[in-house]
């Protein structure tokens, strides 16, 4: 990790983005809020955040230029940290209230509605981490803040032969559901590290120490 790492906040439009960047100051990096390209590619690490439907958070992106900006930092191997519906675009699609939104596709899957008796899902909940992971490094045991009603339950990634196998972590509420991803440099979580006070700022610390 750099002695203070850089990192941009994307603030394409979606909500929750002051709650991120004081979480993320609170970790130990520098924080800036920014949409320009330029910005969004020269800082060590890229936070997407995401609040409300999948489609609205696409169209936000999109007019930025946000999928194109993830893709370049990614090939370059830069880090960027999606949260709440920040994971769940960059699966290949979102289906909402009988829309079907295309995602970036950097993972397949869907995201879709959970199969629950009581929705939004909202609240602390544990989070099983995946084995190995550097996320969740020191608060394997801890609980996390989700606020939704929408997730990926089927994980279908085949590691290819040159590439390590993304690490899953997984939660519940009615079904089993994608918590987490750490995927090279792209990293995603379900839940809201930004809400869920010394645990979120210690996975968020987690993640600056790989930048």
Not at 123 to 130: H, K, L, T, Y
Not at 138 to 151: K, L, N
Not at 188 to 204: C, R, V, W
């Amino acid at each position: 990790m750099a002695a203070t790492p850089h990192v941009v906040v994307f603030d394409y439009g979606s909500g929750n983005v002051h709650s991120a960047v004081k979480a993320l100051e609170h970790a130990g990096a520098r924080v800036s809020l920014s949409a320009t390209r330029q910005d969004a590619m020269d800082a060590d690490g890229l936070v997407v955040p995401g609040v409300g439907a999948f489609a609205s958070v696409m169209a936000g992106l999109t007019d930025k230029r946000g999928g194109e900006i993830i893709e370049r930092r990614l090939a370059g191997g830069r880090a960027v940290l999606g949260i709440c519906v920040g994971l769940q675009v960059m699966f290949d699609r979102g289906v909402e209230h009988g829309v079907d939104t295309a995602g970036l596709a950097q993972w397949p899957g869907v995201v879709e509605k959970l199969d629950a008796p009581r929705l939004p899902h909202m609240g602390w909940n544990s989070v099983e981490a995946a084995p190995g992971s550097e996320l969740f490094a020191g608060i394997e045991r801890e609980r996390f803040y989700f606020v939704h009603s929408y997730a990926v339950t089927q994980w279908s990634l085949e590691p290819g032969p040159q590439f390590k196998p993304p690490l899953v972590s997984w939660s519940e509420h009615g079904q089993r559901f994608v918590a987490a991803v750490e995927n090279g440099p792209l990293t995603a979580t379900q839940f809201h590290p930004e809400k869920s006070g010394d645990a979120g700022i210690a996975l968020l610390t987690n993640w600056l120490r790989r930048l």
